[in-house]
């Protein structure tokens, strides 16, 4: 039987709630779809919490990072969900990924850093260019940090160039975002279930 899988979405929007944001719909979408292969899942927005500037687990002085490090630390799935600004991940997914650097020197009783064999997705929505260097910054940065990628695990919008449209005001899915999340979904469940069965060899 397999193990009951759980996800969480990071939701890096810039927006506090509760005003709309496209990055919700699509992680979402993503969660949805990961119910659908029995994934129990939550969304956290980054930026109602007071997550301090650093690189250690916790910054003190009021720093809500350590309780969005639990929620993360019990997850098997990540998404990673980020608007996109001026090309780039928002800020607040850049404070994400310099937050989630201290696990590095977080390891478990077997000598593996403590986010081996989590699994993390990348979700990007925007209208203007810069989702595919987005996805690639966030997997190198997610891997490094001991996340696994699955096959296909980034799904991403943007609205064609200075044509402003958001992702939460289209009447439906596009087909291509469609067909990805629910590939990027599949391949993640499939990865989690791996590697809770055989978790990587310890150092």
């Known amino acids: 039987m397999d193990t009951q899988l759980h996800a969480l979405a990071l939701n890096c929007t810039l927006k506090p709630s509760p005003d709309q944001s496209s990055t919700d719909v699509i ?4 969660l949805t779809e990961l119910a659908s292969h029995g994934v129990t899942g939550e969304t956290i927005r980054v930026v109602d919490y007071d ?5 250690k687990a916790d910054m003190g002085g009021g720093d809500q990072w350590p309780q969005i490090l639990e929620r993360i630390n019990a997850a098997d799935v990540l998404i990673f969900g980020t608007p996109t600004w001026v090309g780039h991940m928002s800020s607040v997914a850049q ?3 310099e937050r989630l650097d201290a696990a590095l020197s977080q390891i478990d009783d077997q ?3 403590v986010m081996f064999g989590k699994v993390a997705m990348v ?3 925007g209208n203007e260019d810069g989702a595919h260097k987005i996805i ?4 190198q940065g ?3 940090i001991g996340f696994s990628i699955p096959a296909q695990g980034g799904t991403y919008w943007n609205h064609e160039a200075m044509n402003p449209k958001d992702y939460k005001d289209l009447d439906e899915t596009p087909s ?7 590939t990027a979904a599949a391949n993640a469940v499939h990865l989690a279930r791996q590697l809770t069965r055989h978790q990587y060899p310890a150092t």
């Open 123 to 125: 979700a990007v929505v």
């Open 136 to 139: 690639a910054d966030a997997f």
């Open 142 to 144: 997610l891997n490094d």
């Open 51 to 55: 997550v301090k500037p650093g690189v």
């Open 27 to 30: 992680t979402d979408q993503l």
């Open 111 to 113: 000598g593996r850093p």
């Open 95 to 97: 404070r994400v990924l």
């Open 176 to 182: 291509a975002v469609a067909a990805t999340n629910k």
